[in-house]
């Protein structure tokens, strides 16, 4: 069946730190593979995605780039802001699938201190 | 920009009450979904639902559980006799497909459900 797999938090970093969130998947097939976030009291917000292998999914100032050969979608952000501290959950669709649920990893809570 | 509107934002139960929970997902999508999230643990799929009928369910909707489109633009899930252990936030999401521009989801704000 379909997993993911992501860093155990919390994470915690000071303002302009170098982030990374670590996610692997175990699929079937060819998935695509989102980041969402999750900003407190709210709902899921989509943050990026890749739909093949060397993708590179952006936004915000965050990116990840699906690695086939590692099974990995890690999310990377050079410089963090106060305003980042959410959760951020990794997840994927199979494409081999008759719908496109979500499979989500556990989350990671990223808190940003000034 | 579409959005997928939930309702109500909190709802309190007492235990082996019936609740329906409430979504209006964005207009041109195929797929509805509920997903459920317990406090501090992850995203669980729930159901998925597509041309009028369940397409997938998880092990967690059981017999409890029922969705219904009943007018082509409401989609709900209703709690037949909700258990404490049905406590969580329920997201309503959809999406398209393929042809019709993407199959990511978009996800409501939530419905906190919390069975007393």
């Known amino acids: 069946g379909n997993s993911v797999t992501q860093m155990e938090g919390p994470v915690t970093l000071s303002e302009e730190a170098f982030l990374t969130i670590n996610c692997t998947y175990t699929?079937?097939?060819?998935?695509?593979l989102f980041w969402y976030v999750q900003y407190p009291g709210e709902g899921l917000q989509l943050l990026l995605k890749a739909t093949k292998a060397d993708d590179k999914g952006s936004n915000k100032g965050f990116e990840a780039t699906y690695r086939k050969e590692t099974t990995s979608f890690h999310l990377e952000k050079g410089s963090v802001q106060v305003s980042d501290s959410a959760v951020y959950f990794c997840a994927l669709i199979n494409s081999g699938g008759s719908n496109y649920k979500l499979t989500f990893g556990k989350g990671t809570l990223l808190t940003v201190n000034p | 920009e579409p959005e997928v509107t939930q309702t109500p934002s909190h709802q309190v139960t007492q235990m082996g009450q019936e609740v329906i929970l409430r979504c209006v997902p964005i207009?041109?999508?195929?797929?509805f979904y509920w997903y459920r999230q317990i406090l501090g643990q992850k995203v669980e799929f729930l159901v998925s639902?597509?041309?009028?009928?369940?397409?997938?369910k998880s092990e967690i909707f059981d017999d409890q559980f029922s969705v219904e489109r009943p007018d082509g633009s409401n989609f709900t899930l209703k709690i037949r006799s909700t258990k404490l252990e049905d406590s969580a936030m329920y997201f309503c999401a959809s999406s398209g497909s393929p042809r019709t521009g993407g199959t990511e989801a978009f996800f409501g704000q939530g419905t906190r459900l919390t069975v007393v």
């Open positions: 207009s041109n999508h195929l797929y």
């Open positions: 699929a079937t097939g060819y998935p695509s």
């Open positions: 639902f597509y041309n009028n009928e369940i397409s997938e």
